[in-house]
């Protein structure tokens, strides 16, 4: 098992072995981190880096972890008069089938 060298916030540099780190997208592009539990402090770290370097982290037997779904965006005023216009049509709910 390839052993991974990351940072915990606390200890500074530290190696774990790869199964034990998570790689996860972000909400900003070409950003991943990376999380894992600190096997000195035990702590939860969770580090950022490049997509490169996730990459590399993934290559080294690290786990991918799911982004989390990012929050819709609100509805706006223009979704509203839309929506309006939409369930003034008669063929409403098929439209919507169809999406
Ligand atoms: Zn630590």
New binding site residues.
């Given amino acids: 098992m390839r052993r991974l060298r990351l940072r915990?916030a606390?200890?500074g540099e530290?190696t774990l072995p790869a199964s034990e780190v998570s790689v996860s997208g972000t909400a900003e592009p070409g950003r991943v981190n990376c999380s894992f539990r600190?096997p000195?402090?035990g702590?939860a770290?969770e580090q950022g880096c490049d997509v490169a370097t996730g990459r590399l982290l993934l290559l080294g037997g690290a786990r991918a972890k799911p982004a989390a779904a990012p929050a819709p965006p609100p509805l706006g005023l223009a979704d509203l008069v839309l929506l309006r216009e939409l369930l003034n049509r008669p063929d409403f709910v098929e439209i919507m089938g169809r999406a």
Avoid: A, E, L, P
């Fill in positions: 915990c606390d200890c530290v600190c000195v402090c702590g770290c």
